[in-house]
């Protein structure tokens, strides 16, 4: 369980500062994320994530709520995919959101992702065409990169050109404001997709339409690694080393705080400054003590 130090410590970062039901909120967020990745209990982790959720529909201050909302959302989704409980992912997100457009974007692309992992792209079809559809989501900044996951990871393995070609000259396209560029990188790749008989090798090219890198190969991936890096030097320091805490509570606060997004290559950028900071605090503070430091 989380220390009241740690959690105090860093209710300073919110504005105006949490109160003490939103710490505990806190503390269940850290220990369901501790669950997860320390210890690997994932049926611990899932049924915190619940309990926080059920706490949570007492919340009146909507915008912390919404976040410590997301945060569970976003760890129980985990949880599940790793119990290999994947396809009940999408039924209990909306059994927190109601709606498929009240969604949260990041949400949303998890989702996709994950989908598109086990192959079963077909199940976000609905959902995610309805949440493209509703006017209140168009006004938010990652529509394009939802835009973008609908197209590359559900219509094109799905081979429904005729709806991808639809989003990409229709109004999903104009309210995504993708340049001239993009909408005719995308057209050559739907026309492209008609004439192939695998979906791998459209992938790669159809990647390049989000700028700057690719997705392909998941941001998930990189950072799930990170943590499996992350747990195995912890467990191999003698004893029991509250440091983890620490780590903790930066992975929470960059998740919530930065609001990283697993479908933008920019979000990178701030995994690796988070990797090179465990790292260096590995290096100097507990390196030098682990039994397997060879003299």
Not at 78 to 99: F, I, K, R
Not at 169 to 178: D, H, I, P, R
Request: net charge negative.
């Amino acid at each position: 369980m989380s220390s009241p130090a740690m959690s105090e410590d860093f209710t300073a970062v919110f504005n105006p500062p949490m109160s003490t039901t939103q710490i505990k909120q806190f503390d269940i967020l850290e220990e369901a994320t501790e669950q997860l990745i320390l210890f690997q209990d994932f049926h611990a982790s899932f049924r915190l994530c619940e309990r926080g959720l059920d706490i949570l529909t007492h919340e009146e201050k909507e915008d912390v709520r919404g976040e410590l909302k997301a945060g569970f959302c976003i760890v129980g989704i985990q949880a599940l995919a790793e119990l290999n409980q994947w396809p009940g992912v999408l039924d209990w997100v909306l059994q927190s959101y109601e709606h498929q457009e009240n969604i949260p974007a990041k949400i949303m692309l998890m989702c996709i992702l994950l989908y598109s992992k086990v192959g079963e792209p077909k199940v976000m079809q609905e959902a995610t065409r309805a949440w493209l559809d509703s006017p209140s989501n168009r006004r938010l900044d990652r529509y394009r990169p939802v835009a973008e996951l609908y197209l590359l990871h559900i219509l094109l393995p799905l081979r429904l050109t005729d709806y991808a070609r639809e989003i990409v000259t229709g109004e999903v396209g104009s309210a995504a404001a993708f340049t001239e560029a993009q909408r005719r990188l995308a057209l050559t790749i739907i026309d492209d997709e008609s004439g192939k008989t695998g979906q791998d090798d459209n992938g790669d090219d159809a990647l390049v339409i989000t700028k700057g890198g690719s997705t392909k190969g998941s941001l998930l991936q990189k950072v799930e690694a990170l943590l499996k890096l992350s747990h195995r030097r912890l467990m191999s320091a003698s004893g029991s080393f509250p440091f983890h805490k620490l780590i903790l509570a930066a992975i929470i606060v960059y998740i919530l705080l930065l609001r990283l997004d697993p479908a933008l290559p920019s979000s990178f950028m701030w995994i690796s400054r988070l990797h090179q900071l465990l790292r260096q605090m590995w290096n100097v503070a507990v390196a030098p003590y682990s039994p397997t430091r060879k003299e």
